[in-house]
C-alpha cells in the first residue's frame, strides 16, 4: 500500500445522518418530492414504481432531509442490509430521505465518488454482517456505518480511483437503462395489440368475457399454450460456496434475476434435478409470496429468465413456464402477458393465505383468460417482442462482462494493491 494512505474510519471523512420519521398516513401516491425508505434501496440502485411514496406537507426542518445527487444510501434494515446501498442519480430527484436509511457525504478531506466505490462492495457486505443485530429482522446503526474503517489515498488519488471505477459503473448504468427502454417500448407494443386493439380498430368488435374484444380474436386461457415445471424444495444443508446456483423466489428482482444472491449446490447433486434447469426467456411466477402493496415479493410476481442466468435450478414456491403456440415458442408474448396489470389483479384475487403470506394454485393461473388470435398478424407482434428481449439479453451479458471487470479491479485499487497510473493523478 502506498506510503501516504492512512487508516481511519468512515464518520472521520464523511457526513452520516439518517432521515426523517415521517407519517405513512400523510404519503401520497403522487406529487413532486419522493421519499427514499428503506423498501426503496436496492442493490445499487432506488427502487421506485410501485414502491414511489410522495411528501407534500411542510415540517420544521425539511430541508435537511433533502438529499443531493451523488449521495450514498444504507438501507438499515432487513434481510439485505449491507447489500441494500445505492449512490442518488438524476432521476432520484427531488427527494428527501426516510428514518433507518442511513446517508453517506463526503467531507472535504474525501471524493464522493471514492466513498460511494468503498461502499459498493463485498468488504462493506461482510463488515454490515459480522456487526448487524437482530434475529427476524437484521439492524444497523449509524454508529455502526460511521465505524467502519478504510484506507484512504490522497485526495487526488481517489478522484483518479472513483474515475476508473465510475466509468465501468457508467457503461454498467448505460445497459441498464437501454434495458428499461426496450422494456417499456415492447410494454407499449404489447398494450396497443392486445389492450386497445389499434392495429384492429377497422374490425366488427364482439362482447366477451374480456370486454369487447375484434372478430378476429377469441378469449382463450393460458393454460391452453402453456408447459409448466414447478419448482423443488432444494435442502439447505446442501448450500456450499461453489457448484450450480439455485433460485429462489427471494433472489428475483423487479423484471429479472440476481445471480449473485443464489446458492449453490455440488454439481454432483445437481445433475440429478436436471429437470428444474431453467433456459433462457423461461418464464417464473412465484406462487408464494407477500400482500399488495409489497410488490417486491408478491404473489404472482412474473419474472423473465435471462441468459446470464442459463442453467440455474429453481427452487420451491415457484413455477416456470412456456407458451407454445402451432409448436412455436413465444416467450416473450408470454411474458408480457402476464407483466400486464391485470394478471396480477386477478392472481390476487384469487389468491389464499395469511395476513403475512399468499399463495396461488396452479389451476388458478392457468385459468387467466386472455384475448388471442392464432394468424400471421400473432407472429408478427411476437417477433417484434422476441427482437426487444433478445437485445435486452445482449446488453445484461454485457452488464455481467463489466461487472465482473470492476469487481476484478475494485479490491485491488481502494487497497492500493494495484497502483493508479500517474497520468489520471
Known sequence: MESKWKKCLLSDVSKI?????????????????????????????????????YWDLEIKGLEKYKNN?????????????GKNRAQISSNDMPSILAQRVGRVRANDISDQGFLWQIINNEKFELYIQLIQTGTSIPHISLTQISNYEINLPPLPEQKAIAQILSSLDNKIELNRQMNQTLEQMAQAMFKSWFVDFDPFQEEEFINSENGNIPSSFEVKTIGDYIRHQKGFAFKSKWYQETGQFVVRVSDTTENSINKNSCNKIADEIANDYRKYALNTNDIIIATVGSWPPNYSSVVGK??????????????????????????????????FILKDKRFLDYIVSRAQGSANQASIKLTDIFSYQIPMIENDKL???????EVCIAKQNKALKEIETLTQLRDTLLPKLISGELPVPEVLI
Do not use: C
Not at 445527487?69 to 442490509?81: A, E, H, L, N, P
Not at 413456464?321 to 411474458?335: C, G, R, S, T, V
Not at 407472429?379 to 417482442?385: A, G, R, T
Open 17 to 53: 445522518d439518517t432521515g426523517f420519521a415521517f407519517k405513512g398516513k400523510d404519503y401520497t401516491e403522487d406529487g413532486s418530492l419522493r421519499v427514499i425508505r428503506g423498501k426503496n434501496i436496492t442493490e445499487g440502485f432506488v427502487r421506485w414504481g410501485n414502491d414511489a411514496k
Open 69 to 81: 445527487i451523488g449521495d450514498i444510501v444504507i438501507g438499515m434494515d432487513g434481510s439485505k442490509i
Open 302 to 335: 412474473v419474472v423473465r429468465v435471462p441468459e446470464t442466468v442459463k442453467g440455474g435450478l429453481l427452487n420451491q414456491n415457484a413455477v416456470k413456464l412456456e407458451m407454445i403456440i402451432n409448436d412455436n415458442k413465444h416467450q416473450a408474448l408470454l411474458y
Open 379 to 385: 407472429f408478427e407482434i411476437s417477433q417484434y417482442l
